[in-house]
Nanobody, 121 residues
Framework: QVQLVESGGGLVQPGGSLRLSCAASGSIFRVDAMGWYRQAPGKERELVAAITRGGSTNYADSVKGRFTVSRDNAKNTVYLQMNSLKPEDTAVFYC???????????????WGQGTQVTVSS
């Protein structure tokens, strides 16, 4: 059984920073792509940032230059450093990981439970 455990959400003032973490645990052979999505009230879930195992990154236009995604492959952990936060960044942030359980198998998608980020004065 695989678990993705997120941490680091909370309440922050506009212009502030937060760092999210997400650790995958279980009988894992390898974690491929990892990423962060968010869902604001009344809106669809959207990709915020993604990172391959090799370190290639992809960002939503709305967060480019403010957010940085990184990972530690040895710890099966992905991070999201969020700077210059805006009220429109308020959402539930979800971690996503593509996980393989044996060398010849395909990767399956797993999701964290979500962590609330609220940007408000």
């Amino acid at each position: 059984q695989v678990q993705l455990v997120e941490s680091g959400g909370g309440l922050v003032q506009p212009g502030g920073s937060l760092r999210l973490s997400c650790a995958a645990s279980g009988s894992i052979f390898r974690v491929d792509a990892m990423g962060w999505y968010r869902q604001a009230p009344g809106k669809e879930r959207e990709l915020v940032a993604a990172i391959t195992r090799g370190g290639s990154t992809n960002y939503a236009d709305s967060v480019k230059g403010r957010f940085t995604v990184s990972r530690d492959n040895a710890k099966n952990t992905v991070y999201l450093q969020m700077n210059s936060l805006k009220p429109e960044d308020t959402a539930v942030f979800y971690c996503n990981a593509a996980i393989k359980f044996w060398p010849g198998g395909s990767a399956n998608d797993y999701w964290g439970q979500g962590t609330q980020v609220t940007v408000s004065s």
